[in-house]
């Protein structure tokens, strides 16, 4: 049985503890880890942010008139269904020990804090739960090389699609989140593709994982073949459903962000 | 004879009815359902993002828990040989790759490196071949479970190989844990390195050797 193997089932025995827990939490009969000589843990609390604010962005979206030129911004990806944050999915969130006996690990990283002598093994008294020290572990997984992107679709008054291009990097440094209304089409509108007669565009900005950003022409097409086809099957193509489409169709563990220029349209 | 499986009391004996009763012990499977939901969903959450990340996590969550009831009806599940919750893993594995898998069939974006991964982990469980082959990785993944748990236990890891081997699997580079433990790099690898030998060696006594859960001539604990 080679290294990696033995890599791979011990993360994998690390998540089966993660179960565990979660379904003892859920047991009243198991007592709640703490350390020893402190009080109870505090509860843990869930923020969930006000109705109207989740709604805000597909609310805003909805209000936009279409005129000679309309431009719509969709609301961020990465959204769970009914939820205001934009998390990023985290491949290797959640891993942690099979910290069934904490003071294993303890023991050696307490060590490293305390600026006592070397001695792998001195006993030393517990300081760190199992909670605490998976979040130590988090720190030592290996980061993503991030990286970001925007996707051109260009779409005739028939809705066929007509050209797609893909700018890697096309803002640089700066994140998508960060972008003003209107930045995204005004960046990407008329870059590799040119179309005669009415027409939209829909800039699909993402970033995140480098590994999970389209590496090809081929891949940016297919892309947008999904984020289209899948608006176009719900017969609805309003910046709030490409939005959602977008989101749907994108790897997970990226940020997407939307925005749509109709030109010629009355 | 196989040692069972050490979990969390409620769990084990929540196992062992549904089990023993072919799945017609229905309360005790619904308190199944309501304990492994938890933990299957955040194992699908942190696999999955995007809009429907979820609604997905959900979909799947289900899929898993039928798959876990359909085995338990059919006497796939012995709690001698792996804890529940570990037979249900390697369930939510398989049908993670599945799903993967039928997603791109269907024309979706699924990253290259999802889909190597996920077959990779089923790979290394010998899970290649499909439902059948759930009940013997759980078992190796249960004997994994107790190499690690188990203090003096089959894989007799010292503490630093213990810490080491675990911070490795969560992404820990050598480099990283040599800094964060005030090691040297090669002190770092050279206990993981032993670590990883102790468990392949504890694992070939089980019987367990190379990435498909095959048995060898010899002797069972």
Known sequence: ?266 | MTTPPATGGDLAELGRRCAGSRGGDRAAFEQLHTRLTPGIRGFFTRRSAGGRASELADELTQRVMIALFEAMAEGRYDPERSAVSTFTYAIASNIWLRHLREARARGGVVSDNDLDRAEEDARSLGLMGGPSDHAASAELLEAVRRCLRERGGPGNLTEDEHTIVLAAAAGASDRALAERLGLAASTINAKKQSGWEKLRRALSRMGFRGEVPERGEGERE
């Open chain 1, 1 to 266: 049985m080679d290294d990696r193997t033995l890599n791979n089932l011990v993360r994998m025995a690390a998540e089966i503890e993660e179960i565990e827990r979660a379904a003892q939490a859920g047991s009243s009969s198991s007592p709640r880890l703490r350390l020893a000589g402190t009080s109870a843990e505090r509860p843990r609390t869930t923020k969930r942010l006000p109705l109207a604010v989740r709604l805000s962005p597909f609310a805003a979206a909805a209000a936009c008139v279409a005129a000679a030129v309309m431009i719509g911004r969709g609301p961020s990806g990465g959204t769970p269904s009914g939820g205001g944050a934009t998390p990023v999915a985290d491949h290797s969130s959640g891993r942690g020990a099979t910290g069934q006996d904490a003071s294993r690990e303890n023991k050696l990283l307490a060590r490293n804090g305390a600026g006592e002598g070397p001695g792998i093994g001195s006993a030393r008294p517990v300081t760190m739960t199992a909670e605490q020290f998976r979040a130590f572990m988090r720190q030592f997984e290996a980061p993503r090389e991030l990286s970001s992107g925007v996707l051109a679709i260009y779409q005739d008054a028939a809705g066929v699609v007509r050209c797609v291009s893909w700018h890697p990097q096309a803002f640089g440094a700066t994140p998508i989140e960060k972008l003003e209304p209107g930045e995204l089409v005004k960046a990407t509108y008329g870059q590799q593709c040119s179309i005669v007669g009415p027409h939209r565009l829909i800039a699909v900005a993402v970033s995140g994982p480098k590994e999970n950003l389209p590496s090809s022409a081929e891949r940016a097409q297919e892309l947008a073949q999904c984020i289209v086809g899948d608006a176009m099957i719900k017969c609805d193509a309003d910046p709030p459903t490409l939005s959602v489409a977008s989101a749907s169709c994108v790897p997970h563990g990226l940020h997407v962000m939307m925005e749509t220029l109709a030109m010629g349209r009355p």
